[in-house]
């Protein structure tokens, strides 16, 4: 990890910071998403009881990034326990590492639960995967693509 970066769960005071980075990965994914259905995610993401969680990347003190995990028990072999839904690091701290920070720290949560791995949830589309990963690790075994540094 980059020096002053820490990866922690959402808080319900990140809300404003969340909101701005959702605009910038709207951007970079060329998506629509209204208004309702982010407001019913953030609702979702602060749950304890709900299936979706958020890690946020921040670095001395400020949000820089997001991971959006989805957790469930499935017998899809291609989509274990847990899955990367969204992922973005701001453009501003792009190529210091955050984002492979995160799904690093993913994995760490998975095998601390004990799964079977991780996926990275593309919507079948892999080109928009490969905008932000340079390398299938099937190795690993927790996850499907490697992040680009």
Known sequence: MTAGLTIRDAVAADEAAWRALWAGYLTFYAADV??????????????????????????????????????HDCTWDIAPEGYLEDLYVDETVRGRGIGRALVDDL???????????????????????????????????????????
Do not use: C
Request: charged residues 25%.
């Open 34 to 71: 209204p208004e309702d259905v982010t407001a019913f995610s953030w609702a979702r993401i602060l749950d304890p009881s709900s299936r979706v969680t958020m890690r946020i990347a921040e670095e001395d003190g400020r949000p820089v990034g997001f991971a959006i995990h989805h957790y």
């Open 107 to 149: 994995i760490a949560l998975a095998k601390r639960h004990g799964w079977r791995g991780i996926y990275w949830h593309t919507n079948g589309d892999n080109a928009r995967a490969r905008r932000l990963y340079d390398s299938y690790a099937p190795a690993d075994g927790y996850v499907r693509y490697r992040l680009k540094t």
